[in-house]
């Protein structure tokens, strides 16, 4: 397992409510795929969102957003977390 | 106070001990500015960083990094926390 960052870029002026709606579908389809999405944040200015996810690859992160609802990431990044 | 995720895409190969460093001097100089970096994570992979801050404006956490030791962010979004 790694740690994963992506952002999207394009969810326009999509409300919060229809992130944390999307985010339900994420949640309801990451099991199948062994990824755990620990956070996410939602840029409503800016039309963007970053998730961050426990994942055992890139391609299976990729997989959880693309079967819930389609939106998938611009890019993923393999993480690490910062010190405390 | 607002809560700001940023990119910083140009960090190059450094390693993760000089991430950590750089986060020291911003940590020794956000209070001056009245943040509070919560969180960053490093992709050695891909040269990126991404901070987390409670800031009181995107003006301040920029000026952060700036003081601290001149790595300034390429993007910064005003974000929202998502629903646990």
């Known amino acids: ?11 326009g ?8 709606e999307a985010h339900k579908k994420d949640l309801a389809v990451q ?3 062994g990824v755990d999405i620990t956070d996410y944040w939602h840029s ?3 039309g963007a ?4 996810a426990e994942a055992p690859s ?4 990729g997989a959880v ?3 819930a609802h389609g939106l998938e990431a ?8 910062g010190s405390k």
């Not at 397992?1 to 969810?11: C, G, P, Q, S, T």
């Not at 969102?49 to 961050?52: H, M």
């Not at 890139?58 to 992160?61: D, G, R, Y």
């Open 74 to 81: 611009d890019e993923i990044f393999e993480v690490t977390q």
């Open 44 to 46: 409503e200015k800016d």
């Open 1 to 11: 397992m790694a740690l994963y960052m992506d952002i999207h870029r394009n969810v």
């Open 31 to 33: 099991g199948k795929y």
């Open 65 to 67: 957003h693309r079967e």
């Open 58 to 61: 890139k391609e299976a992160f």
């Open 13 to 20: 002026d999509s409300k919060r409510e229809q992130i944390d």
């Open 49 to 52: 969102v970053f998730c961050l």
